[in-house]
């Protein structure tokens, strides 16, 4: 199967190619085709929550976000989420005053996502557009103490945005993080629907399973050209960098 998905992978990029003597040789006709999205928002449900109710709550809070809440927990480094120990680390982050400060300039930002939803299903119908037996993953937003933007599960069809990695260029926490300007000026809402778009991609078809001849640096940087030609293609009306 992955080399099928492998085969089609490149048809698309070949096809894109010989397509672009068009004005927009991305643009493909995809008024048939659905892929719905809505985030959950974690954090919402984190941090509005009493303290005290957490771990109480916590078998409603893995029954709704499923393998979700394990990709959340790997990305805030406290591994099984059916370790004893989970909900205790949940109502410590849910209590720590600079994730609760985040959080709100977090929900100041982004009160609303409706507008990332409606590009990512665009993108999405575009994926679904290429790969009709490709799944459409379940997508959820979270906060992460600033440890990682886009969520991904090996084998899981689910999609996390880490809002706290987009709160703008000159959010005052990212000097103090040692995050560089050339990184910071991707940290802004205009970058969350492409990145989720390039993240999921990439771990689809990830470096390893692609089966270059060689793992050097001309193999990394062929890889990298085909997951920002995938990006574009997933959304023809974003102007490229």
Known sequence: MKTGY???????????????????PYKVNISSIRADIEIKRLEKD??????????????????????????????????????????DFLVRFCTDKQNNDVFDLTMKLYPDLSSVERDLENGFRH???????????EVFSCITGFNASILTMSGEPV????????L???????PGLGIYTYMSARMKPEYIVPDCIYGWGASQWDFLSMNYAADNVLAEMLH???LRYF???MLPDVEDE
């Open 6 to 24: 492998k085969f089609l992978f490149s048809v698309l990029l070949l096809s894109l190619c010989f397509a672009s003597c068009r004005k927009n």
């Open 224 to 226: 990298e050209g085909k």
């Open 127 to 137: 994926y679904k557009y290429y790969f009709p037996g490709k799944a459409v993953p």
């Open 168 to 174: 703008g260029s000159d959010c005052a926490y990212y």
């Open 46 to 87: 984190l941090f509005t929550m009493n303290p005290e109710e957490i771990v109480p709550k916590l078998p409603e809070l893995k029954a709704k976000y499923g393998s979700l809440m394990q990709v959340f927990s790997y990305a805030v480094n406290t591994g099984d989420i059916n370790d004893p120990s989970f909900g």
């Open 231 to 233: 990006t574009r293609s």
């Open 159 to 166: 999609l996390g945005i880490g809002l706290d990695k987009y």
